[in-house]
């Protein structure tokens, strides 16, 4: 992908762009230059890297509606947790917390999942979401 990296940002000199593994993101200023590109990323994908893009995970929005990426949805002054990334959060702590109680896990490595999941809340604006999380933890370990 580094390859498609350099493409992006000296070839078509895109000022907005980022990728992490196989996620990446362009914004622009109008949706014609947007349009625009995903022929050619579809074309330098698929003969450069024998890649090719995930056909429902293409889509061009305004700013506003928010930037879906990487778990987040990034909205022009703040940052939420996407939807579904909050219920996997909360899925599979629950999960932890049951093999912490059958023997499976240690304390210390349910505790370390509990951080790792606040780490994650932490790069969003969801202050009340991990209060949330610490109060479901805290139920059902007394259980």
């Known amino acids: ?3 498609f990296d350099q493409f992006v940002k000296h070839e078509w000199k895109v ?3 980022a990728r992490y593994t196989d996620d990446f993101i362009i ?3 109008n949706r014609e230059g947007l349009d625009g590109y995903l022929p ?3 074309e330098f994908l698929d003969k450069k890297l024998a890649l090719a893009l995930h056909p429902n995970k293409v889509s061009i929005r305004k700013f ?3 930037v879906d990426f990487l778990g987040y949805v990034t909205l022009p002054h703040h940052k939420l947790l996407r939807s ?3 219920g996997r959060i909360f899925r599979k702590l629950r999960m932890r917390v049951r093999e912490y109680k059958s023997g499976v896990i240690t304390k210390q490595t349910l505790e370390q999942s509990l951080q790792s999941y ?3 809340l932490s790069h969003a604006n969801a202050y009340e979401l991990s209060q949330e ?3 479901q933890y805290w139920f059902w370990i007394g259980d």
């Open 64 to 66: 506003h509606q928010g």
């Open 15 to 17: 000022k907005y762009y």
């Open 27 to 29: 914004v622009g200023p």
């Open 118 to 120: 606040l780490g994650v």
């Open 84 to 86: 579904k990334t909050k």
């Open 133 to 135: 999380l610490l109060s």
């Open 40 to 42: 050619r990323i579809i």
């Open 1 to 3: 992908m580094n390859e």
